[in-house]
């Protein structure tokens, strides 16, 4: 071995002392069936695999502390380009990077500072990637600013759940999530293993509804510089520009939009409109606040590791921070909504015991409007109606009782699917009565 190469080694060992301090010993405070010892520091670094979406404030800070945590192969997907207004928090993006791709631009930062790190990047929407592609991954880690993206992501990982018919999820196919977010000087980190945790549709009452303006306080009584943008953005712009759809991230609109809040700003003597209200207000941005990103992405780092290597117990199961007035943080345990359409293994439904395959679907679509329009059903892994080119084949089960297309069966699990609910199924535990 040369000089070079016993110099190289020394500093490797250097590198990851401190994580090395976690994974070579044992601990109080280890998860359980942890091993400590040389095996689960070349798991971490040479098997594990994550998947970072979002390459943005949080985005950025996550895949930094990945690779810095002994994590060698990350992937980071992205649909968006830098604009000079992210430089400001996304630390990773310099100026002459404006206008580039958000994930290629992160993931070639991260491969040129942190040596032996391999991050393959993926420029696009997340909806682009079939639902097999989110398989090759052992952790996702969510770093995104949308509610729906998130909900995507959450129905693609519940899709995967396999469950026995006493609805005990099968461990394979669970996909752990770990999620970010933040609001000013709030946030939330979480862990969610779909199947056992609360997913993020069991808990999206956490979040408030979007805020919005009644049509006749904008026309009529404008308090303030918000109104007057909408008020240019929900009324004007369709009375003047009729047939063109407003773009936020198009500069002529946003200026045009800008320009005549400003004018009506200023004929009922409001100030405050200014063209970064104006995006943030059309946009609905919220000022973000790089400590708080840099406080929420370690913390989902942490909880990465601790899935990745069982170094320590997860958290238990949702984590708040504020820091408006100090360093306020609290860890909440939510619970499993045993009626969530997305990660339930089954949803109790009654019916008579002669009704029809017809009144059936008349009836769960009568219950769940909000998930179901027109369902394709299966039993047992056998279709009993399809929905599209192939409807005219299953129009002949439309009449006959369901206890004969579940074989005589009074109980059993019938899987739903249906375009409104896009990338998930229903689980119904069906009781013929």
């Known amino acids: 071995m040369s000089r070079l190469d016993v110099d190289f080694c020394v500093d490797e060992r250097a590198r990851w002392r401190s994580i090395d301090a976690l994974l070579l010993r044992r601990g109080r405070f280890t998860g359980p069936d942890f091993e400590p010892g040389e095996d689960v520091a070349r798991v971490l670094r040479e098997h594990v695999r994550v998947l970072v979406v979002g390459a943005g404030g ?3 800070e996550l895949l930094k502390g990945l690779a810095l945590s002994g994590f060698t192969t990350l992937d980071v997907i992205d649909m968006d380009t830098i604009d000079v207004t992210n430089l400001n928090r996304q630390f990773l993006f310099r100026a002459e990077d404006v206008g580039k791709s958000k994930a290629e631009t992160a993931a070639r930062r991260v491969r040129e500072r942190v040596r032996g790190c391999a991050v393959n990047a993926h420029h696009g929407r997340i909806e682009e990637k079939e639902d097999g592609w989110y398989k090759q991954f052992d952790i996702i880690a969510l770093g995104l600013d949308s509610l729906e993206a998130r909900a995507y992501i959450n129905a693609v ?25 933040t609001e000013g000087f709030k946030g939330h980190a979480r862990v969610i293993v779909p199947g056992m945790t609360p997913c993020f549709n069991c808990t999206m009452w956490l979040f408030p509804p979007q805020t919005t303006f009644p049509l006749c306080t904008l026309a009529e009584t404008p308090r303030n510089a918000a109104h007057c943008i909408e008020y240019a953005k929900l009324i004007q712009w369709p009375a003047e520009r009729y047939g063109e759809t407003f773009d936020a991230d198009v500069v002529e609109h946003m200026t045009w939009v800008y320009t005549k809040a400003l004018k009506r700003a200023e004929t009922f003597g ?36 601790k899935m990745a290597t069982m170094c320590a117990k997860g958290m238990n199961n949702y984590m708040m921070y504020v820091g408006t007035d100090g360093v306020y943080s609290h860890t909440v345990e939510y619970e499993r909504d045993p009626s969530c359409v997305v990660c339930s293994p089954g949803i109790a439904h009654a019916l008579n015991a002669n009704a029809t395959l017809e009144e059936f679907m008349a009836s769960i679509v009568a219950a769940y409007p909000d998930s179901l329009a027109e369902p394709s059903v299966s039993f047992g892994g056998k279709n009993l109606y399809l929905r599209g080119v192939l409807e005219s084949e299953f129009a002949e089960n439309l009449n006959k009782p369901m206890i004969e297309l579940m074989n005589g069966r009074k109980e059993g699990l019938v899987v739903v699917n249906d375009k409104k609910m896009k990338k998930t199924s229903m689980r119904l535990r069906l009781s013929l009565k």
């Open 58 to 60: 949080l985005g950025c």
């Open 157 to 181: 990982c519940c899709g995967f759940l396999d469950y026995d018919e006493d609805g005990n999820v099968d461990p394979a196919t669970i996909k752990p999530l770990v999620d970010g977010g």
């Open 270 to 305: 409001i100030p405050g409109v200014t063209y970064a209200h104006t995006q943030g207000v059309t946009k609905n941005i919220i000022p973000a606040i790089p400590s708080t990103n840099a406080i929420i992405a370690a913390a989902c780092v942490i909880e990465t590791l």
